[in-house]
């Protein structure tokens, strides 16, 4: 195991959780093996871990681009990563609002929907 992928594991874990890294982990089959520690490698230990931007920053990029690409259940999961990293629901809020001028209107839309379903089910945490 690399040191890379160390630091990687160490930053998803803290970013997303340990439930859903174990359940990543556990879902890890050969086929999926290799995608698995190109992820952790160089998504996690390579660009999350870098230090000329902070979480909450990297947490908000992430968002804007998600909705650009309509990825929905990845938009859930760091939506939850978000809150993780210290970005606030008002704060979270306004980057979705931000995106309806840059990723129009129907990926806003739906965005939101999901903002509120994560919301309901994090019990409002802020």
């Given amino acids: 195991m ?3 992928y160390r630091e990687g594991m160490r930053v998803r874990r803290e970013v997303l959780g340990d439930e859903h890294v174990d359940d990543a982990v ?4 050969q086929d999926t093996a290799a995608f698995q520690d190109l992820i ?5 230990g390579e660009i999350w871990a870098r230090p000329e931007l902070d979480r909450r920053t990297r947490s908000a ?3 804007m681009a ?3 690409l ?3 259940h990845e938009l859930e999961m760091h939506i939850r990563a978000a809150l ?3 970005l606030r629901r008002e704060e979270i809020g306004e980057v979705l609002l931000h995106s309806t001028i840059y990723c129009g209107v129907p990926a806003a839309n739906r965005a939101f929907a999901i903002f509120r379903d994560v919301m309901a089910e994090e019990g409002g945490k802020t």
């Fill in 40 to 44: 952790t490698r160089y998504a996690w």
């Fill in 2 to 4: 690399s040191d890379r």
């Fill in 84 to 86: 993780r990293n210290g």
């Fill in 61 to 63: 990029i992430t968002l």
């Fill in 66 to 68: 998600l909705i650009a």
């Fill in 26 to 29: 556990e879902a890890t089959t």
């Fill in 70 to 72: 309509n990825r929905e």
